[in-house]
């Protein structure tokens, strides 16, 4: 009887997310940050990934992602498209969706009823945080988002894997983060769709820019390299006019680009779920299974075959 009442309140949220109500959207969100099965149970009803164009925001700490993701809402509202947000810090606690301190720089857009930004902190996840985030983007997306721009820092170092889910991605610089080598060292020379060399009314914007590019030359392929300000302004129309060359294909239904965002998306869902899994079954079952190891009497690699199981 319980179960029959979760599933009836399970699918009036789902029907609530689907009509963009944003109390809904909040409520699902939680559920997703935690409560994995009955997320997963709500997202059966929300439907298959569908419409919106999950741009991921990604580069070193401090180039200025999130005043660059504060400009591009900027210029998508006044386009009339509702965008979601979804920041993942590394260092604010969960706050069940409050924005905190000046990391976050969207502030701006807080009372727009057609914004959705939602901070999510990946300190003090047991691996669930990939998991979760695919599932406020699908969520943001059945709740009517034409955008959701997913600001990371770093390739490999958030827990999720940002090129995999999303339908483009933005590497932004900035003057004086040292030499080239670090830019492909950090492994973002393969990944960007759109380099952003921001703070370019700082010295030094216009060497990034050249040595980005001879990065590029001989390569096999060369994505545009732009200078832009998010503290001005200037260049952030060229940005997202890049940006909407990217999303048309996507509009015109190009099927490999939705299928990749789709496959990453299970990818990131699976490694979540099992690294979740991992993280509440290993204490107790490690040190029984240790037991038998020291004894002989299974493999090392059995035993962890068996908790991986
Ligand atoms: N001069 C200048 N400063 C900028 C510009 N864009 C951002 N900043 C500043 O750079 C600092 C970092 O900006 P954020 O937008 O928080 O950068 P971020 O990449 O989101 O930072 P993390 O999320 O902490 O990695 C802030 O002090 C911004 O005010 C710009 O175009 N020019
Ligand atoms: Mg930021």
Sequence with gaps: MQRAAQSVQLRQLASAVKKGDRVALARAITLAE????????????????????VVGVTGPPGTGKSSLVDRLIGSYRQKGFRVGVIAIDPTSPITGGALLGDRVRMTRHAEDRS????????????GGLSRATTQVIRLMD?????????????????????????????????????????????GLMEVGDVYVVNKSDLEGADL?????????????????????????????????????????????????????????????TARGTAMERLATLSDSSASELALRVMDGKITLEGAAARLAR
């Design 142 to 186: 059945a709740a009517g988002f034409d955008i959701v721009l997913l600001e990371t820092v770093g390739i490999g170092q958030s827990d999720i894997e940002v090129v995999g889910v999303s339908h483009a991605v933005l590497v932004v610089l900035m003057p004086g983060l040292g030499d080239e080598i670090q830019v492909s060292k950090a």
């Design 34 to 53: 935690n409560d994995p099965s009955r997320a997963a149970a709500l997202l059966a009803q929300v439907g298959p990934p569908g419409r919106a164009f």
């Design 208 to 268: 990034m820019v050249v040595s980005l590019l001879s990065l590029f030359r001989g390569a096999p392929r060369s994505p545009p390299v732009l200078k832009v300000s998010a503290l001005s302004g200037d260049g952030v129309d060229r940005l997202q006019e890049a940006i909407e060359r990217l999303r048309s294909g996507f509009a015109a239904g190009d099927v490999a680009l939705r299928l990749k965002s789709i496959r990453g998306m299970i990818i990131e």
């Design 115 to 126: 914004v959705f930004i939602r901070s999510m902190a990946s300190r003090g996840w047991s």
